[in-house]
């Protein structure tokens, strides 16, 4: 399986987008500081997360979530 996720930042409030197949795997490489947006505002938890059978899926995904129209479609359902 592959996931759209969204984490939120435990600091300051600041979400992140991202894709992975490995969910929980991902959320520790964030949390341990190992990707350079994400360091500034650890620590992080999933705040949200679809999942996806290929990695196209959840990659379409996780870049509509970073439109505008994602933006208003998260608000909307409130997720965000």
């Known amino acids: 399986m592959f996931y759209a996720y969204i984490l939120k930042s435990k600091k300051d409030g600041t979400y992140y987008y991202g894709s992975t197949n490995n969910l929980q795997k991902r959320i520790k490489y ?10 500034g505002h650890m620590p992080y938890e999933i705040h949200y997360y679809e999942m996806y059978e290929t990695r196209k899926e959840a990659m379409r995904r996780e870049k509509y979530f970073k439109t505008v129209e994602g933006y208003r479609w998260l608000k909307e359902n409130k997720i965000i």
């Open 30 to 39: 964030h949390n341990a500081g190992k990707i350079r947006y994400t360091k």
